[in-house]
Structures are given as C-alpha cells and as structure tokens.
C-alpha cells in the first residue's frame, strides 16, 4: 500500500468532530488530519536530517515550512500534488524515500524517548495496536511541534490532538507493514 492510499483512507475519517465542520462540502484537497500526518513525517525527517549532520536542506522560506508549499497560488490542491510537491518541496529536493523513512524513524525515536516507546512498538509490530491518548501524545510532540501542525493545518490543537491520536497508530502501522521500518528504497516505493 502506497502513501497515497494511506492518506486518502484516512480522508473519510479525518473529519473534525464539530458537526458544523461536516456539513461543509468536501474539497478535493487534503484533510487537515492527514495533513497533520504528513507534515508530521516532514518535521521529524527534518530533525532527522540536521541530527544526522547534514546541511538543512529546506530552501529559504518561512520557518517550519507549510504543506502546501510549492502549489500555485498556495492551494492545497490533490493528495498526489501534495505528495509530489511536498515531500521534494518541504526538504528541498531530498529523496521522498529519505523523507518518510527518515521522519518514520524520528518520529517513533522521540515517542521512545518521551516513555511511549511500548505504544509505538505495537504500531510499528504485527500485533494489534495499542491507543495513545491525547495528553500523552501532546507530552511526546512538544509544544513546538503541536504548534507548527496547527499552523500548518489550520487545526485548533484539540481537534489536532484528537485526529493524531486516533489516526497515527494505524498510519504508523500501514507505512511498516512487515513489523519494521521500511528502507529507503522500500519508502521511496510508498511515495
């Protein structure tokens, strides 16, 4: 299963929990849940890359970068347009294998590290997967990262934290589906 499947089944699902938000006709873009997904692999590949000694690649631009950078006119537009332009876009032209793998990795480091590392085991391992809740999901991102997905989604933190700790679980589990992180090349098939 590519990245792309993965985004567009979590579409249907990445509704915001306010019933006025559901009445709003669907736009042919991205959810903001699987946004908040996306650009969460793209902080943590980011981190990733500058730990790992490597120059920052993002071109000058605002800080944190936005997913939807590099559309015209700013649009969110498909998941696919998001996929080829982001990724490449968001870290400057570096291996969209690179990028999920590297930000895959990141991100279930700094889980370990905040005391979830048994939580993202069961998501990453062939068994079921365990739930996180949202305050422990807020503790292991940080302020700064909850911030930069909020204003890179346009989400208020509540419905942000509520998609993330619903969604990344099963997202986690669908980008390792042989019970381990895939390899660069394995990734860059995903994409």
Same mark, same amino acid.
């Not at 739930?131 to 909020?150: N, P, R, V």
């Given at each position: ?23 709003? $006709?669907?736009?042919?873009? *991205? ?5 908040? @997904? ?7 590949? *980011?981190? #990733? ?6 120059? $920052? +690649? ?5 800080? /944190?970068?936005? %997913? ?9 537009? +498909? ?15 570096? &291996?969209?294998?690179? %990028?999920? #793998? ?21 998501? %990453?391992?062939?068994?079921? #997967? ?7 999901? &807020?503790?292991?991102?940080? +302020? ?10 346009? *989400?208020?933190? &509540?419905?942000?934290?509520? /998609? ?10 669908? @980008?390792? $589906?042989?019970? =381990? ?7 860059? =098939?995903? %994409?």
């Amino acid at each position: 299963m590519g990245l792309l499947d993965i985004l567009n089944s979590i579409q249907a699902d990445g509704v915001s929990n306010d019933p006025r938000a559901r009445a709003a $006709p669907s736009s042919p873009g *991205m959810s903001p849940t699987a946004k908040a @997904l996306l650009a969460l692999l793209a902080i943590y590949a *980011m981190k #990733n890359l500058r730990r790992a000694g490597a120059p $920052p +690649t993002q071109p000058a631009g605002p800080a /944190g970068g936005n %997913v939807s950078a590099g559309l015209p006119g700013g649009q969110s537009g +498909t998941l696919g347009d998001l996929l080829r332009g982001t990724l490449g876009g968001v870290l400057g032209g570096a &291996a969209a294998g690179t %990028v999920l #793998n590297g930000g895959l990795d990141g991100l279930l480091k700094q889980l370990q590290q905040s005391g979830q590392g048994d939580v993202a085991r069961s998501w %990453v391992g062939t068994g079921p #997967n365990k739930t996180i809740s949202q305050g422990d999901l &807020a503790s292991a991102l940080g +302020t700064d990262t909850l911030d930069k997905l909020s204003e890179q989604t346009g *989400m208020d933190r &509540a419905d942000l934290l509520s /998609g993330l700790s619903q969604h990344l679980p099963r997202f986690v589990d669908q @980008l390792t $589906p042989d019970g =381990r992180l895939p390899t660069e090349e394995e990734a860059a =098939r995903m %994409v």
